[in-house]
C-alpha cells in the first residue's frame, strides 16, 4: 500500500509540474486559445464542468480568463483543469427568455462601447445598459462615437448632443473616423497598455479600428447591408489581440441587443451616476425614482439636470424591458 501511495503521489507531482500558466486570447466554442506566460498559443479544450459561483453562464470560460492547461501526450493542444478567480467581467444576458448569462470578456483594465449617429444607429439604449453593467464591475467605460465624416446636418447635431450627454456625466467620449484619421492618435494612446475590451452594434467600425491603429492585426472589416443599414457580423467570436504599444484590445461580435442580468432594482439608480450622486437627498430610502414624493432624482429631470433619454432608459431596466433596437427607432 505504501509503494502504491508513493507511486500516485509521484503521479500527482509530474501532472502538477505539468500544468502551463496562460490566459485565454480566443474563444470558438468548445475550443480556445490559450497564450502561455512565454507567448506559446496552444488550442486548449475544458476539461469537466466549469460554472462561476452564484449563476449559470453558455460559457464557462471567456477571454482574458487566467486558466492552467496541460498539454496532452504526443499533441499540440492542451486541456484547461484550473480556472483562477476573475476580478471582474462584463457579462449580458445570454438570450431574450433565456436566465443563463453570456461573459463577453474577463479581467479588463477598461471597456469601450462604439457607437454610431448612423449606418447603423446606435440607440442611447443600447449604450447605458452597457454603460450600467461596466459600472456595476467598476470597469471604467469610455465611449467611442465613430464614423465622424459621414455626418452632415442632423446628424452632427445628434453627434454633439450626444457629445455633450455622456461628457457632462463624466464619461469619456471620443470622436473617431478611419477614413478622415480622425482621433485616432487618441485612441491609439488611450489603448496602449491597457486590456480594453471593446464592443458595439455589428457595423460600427470596431475591427476597421483596430486595423487603422494597429495594420498588422488584418481584421476583417464588414460590410453594410443597404438594405437594413445594419451590419453584417464579421468578428464571429471574441479575440484578444495584442497591440505593438503594449496591452491588449479584445474585438467582440456585433451585438443587437444588450440583456442585463443579475440586477436587483435598488441598486440600478447606482449605476447611473448622475442619478448616484442625488439619492442621498431622496426623501425615502428606499425610492425607486419613480412615484415616491420628495424624489431629488425626479426633481432633478424636471428642472432638465437629468437627461430624459438616461431616466427613461433607467425605467426600462427597472421594469425589465428586454431592449430591442427597433423599441428606440
Same mark, same amino acid.
Given at each position: 500500500?505504501?509503494?502504491?501511495?508513493?507511486?500516485?503521489?509521484?503521479?500527482?507531482?509530474?501532472?502538477?509540474?505539468?500544468?502551463?500558466?496562460?490566459?485565454?486570447?480566443?474563444?470558438?466554442?468548445?475550443?480556445?486559445?490559450?497564450?502561455?506566460?512565454?507567448?506559446?498559443?496552444?488550442?486548449?479544450?475544458?476539461?469537466?464542468?466549469?460554472?462561476?459561483?452564484?449563476?449559470?453562464?453558455?460559457?464557462?470560460?471567456?477571454?482574458?480568463?487566467?486558466?492552467?492547461?496541460?498539454?496532452?501526450?504526443?499533441?499540440?493542444?492542451?486541456?484547461?483543469?484550473? $480556472?483562477?478567480?476573475?476580478?471582474?467581467?462584463?457579462?449580458?444576458?445570454?438570450?431574450?427568455?433565456?436566465?443563463?448569462?453570456?461573459? $463577453?470578456?474577463?479581467?479588463?483594465?477598461?471597456?469601450?462601447?462604439?457607437?454610431?449617429?448612423?449606418?447603423?444607429?446606435?440607440?442611447?439604449?443600447?449604450?447605458?445598459?452597457?454603460?450600467?453593467?461596466?459600472?456595476?464591475?467598476?470597469?471604467?467605460?469610455?465611449?467611442?462615437? *465613430?464614423?465622424?465624416?459621414?455626418?452632415?446636418?442632423?446628424?452632427?447635431?445628434?453627434?454633439?448632443?450626444?457629445?455633450?450627454?455622456?461628457?457632462?456625466?463624466?464619461?469619456?467620449?471620443?470622436?473617431?473616423?478611419?477614413?478622415?484619421?480622425?482621433?485616432?492618435?487618441?485612441?491609439?494612446?488611450?489603448?496602449?497598455?491597457?486590456?480594453?475590451?471593446?464592443?458595439?452594434?455589428?457595423?460600427?467600425?470596431?475591427?476597421?479600428?483596430?486595423?487603422?491603429?494597429?495594420?498588422?492585426?488584418?481584421?476583417?472589416?464588414?460590410?453594410?447591408?443597404?438594405?437594413?443599414?445594419?451590419?453584417?457580423?464579421?468578428?464571429?467570436?471574441?479575440?484578444?489581440?495584442?497591440?505593438?504599444?503594449?496591452?491588449?484590445?479584445?474585438?467582440?461580435?456585433?451585438?443587437?441587443?444588450?440583456?442585463?442580468?443579475?440586477?436587483?432594482?435598488?441598486?440600478?439608480?447606482?449605476?447611473?451616476?448622475?442619478?448616484?450622486?442625488?439619492?442621498?437627498?431622496?426623501?425615502?430610502?428606499?425610492?425607486?425614482?419613480?412615484?415616491?414624493?420628495?424624489?431629488?432624482?425626479?426633481?432633478?429631470?424636471?428642472?432638465?439636470?437629468?437627461?430624459?433619454?438616461?431616466?427613461?432608459?433607467?425605467?426600462?431596466?427597472? *421594469?425589465?424591458?428586454?431592449?430591442?433596437?427597433?423599441?428606440?427607432?
Amino acid at each position: 500500500m505504501g509503494h502504491q501511495g508513493t507511486g500516485s503521489q509521484t503521479l500527482l507531482v509530474q501532472i502538477v509540474m505539468a500544468l502551463i500558466k496562460g490566459v485565454v486570447i480566443r474563444s470558438t466554442g468548445s475550443w480556445v486559445a490559450v497564450m502561455s506566460d512565454d507567448g506559446v498559443i496552444a488550442d486548449c479544450r475544458i476539461k469537466g464542468n466549469f460554472r462561476m459561483k452564484g449563476f449559470r453562464s453558455t460559457n464557462p470560460v471567456a477571454v482574458g480568463d487566467l486558466v492552467e492547461y496541460q498539454l496532452q501526450p504526443n499533441e499540440d493542444t492542451g486541456v484547461i483543469h484550473t $480556472i483562477h478567480q476573475r476580478h471582474n467581467f462584463i457579462v449580458r444576458k445570454a438570450t431574450r427568455l433565456s436566465k443563463q448569462s453570456h461573459i $463577453i470578456a474577463s479581467n479588463i483594465d477598461q471597456a469601450v462601447v462604439m457607437a454610431t449617429i448612423s449606418s447603423p444607429r446606435t440607440s442611447t439604449g443600447f449604450i447605458d445598459r452597457f454603460l450600467v453593467t461596466a459600472e456595476a464591475y467598476h470597469i471604467p467605460v469610455s465611449i467611442f462615437i *465613430n464614423k465622424c465624416d459621414l455626418y452632415k446636418d442632423g446628424d452632427l447635431v445628434k453627434l454633439n448632443d450626444m457629445m455633450s450627454l455622456y461628457s457632462s456625466i463624466g464619461y469619456t467620449c471620443f470622436t473617431t473616423s478611419v477614413v478622415s484619421g480622425l482621433g485616432l492618435q487618441e485612441v491609439r494612446s488611450f489603448l496602449s497598455g491597457k486590456v480594453t475590451l471593446m464592443s458595439g452594434h455589428s457595423g460600427v467600425g470596431k475591427s476597421a479600428l483596430i486595423n487603422a491603429i494597429e495594420p498588422g492585426l488584418k481584421q476583417k472589416v464588414g460590410v453594410i447591408s443597404e438594405y437594413h443599414h445594419k451590419g453584417k457580423h464579421t468578428t464571429t467570436y471574441a479575440e484578444m489581440l495584442p497591440l505593438a504599444g503594449g496591452g491588449f484590445v479584445i474585438d467582440t461580435p456585433g451585438i443587437k441587443e444588450f440583456g442585463l442580468i443579475h440586477f436587483d432594482k435598488q441598486e440600478v439608480a447606482e449605476r447611473f451616476p448622475e442619478m448616484r450622486v442625488l439619492m442621498h437627498g431622496c426623501q425615502f430610502n428606499n425610492c425607486t425614482h419613480v412615484h415616491e414624493p420628495g424624489c431629488a432624482v425626479k426633481s432633478a429631470l424636471n428642472d432638465g439636470r437629468i437627461s430624459k433619454s438616461r431616466y427613461n432608459n433607467y425605467i426600462s431596466i427597472i *421594469n425589465d424591458e428586454y431592449f430591442e433596437e427597433k423599441e428606440w427607432d
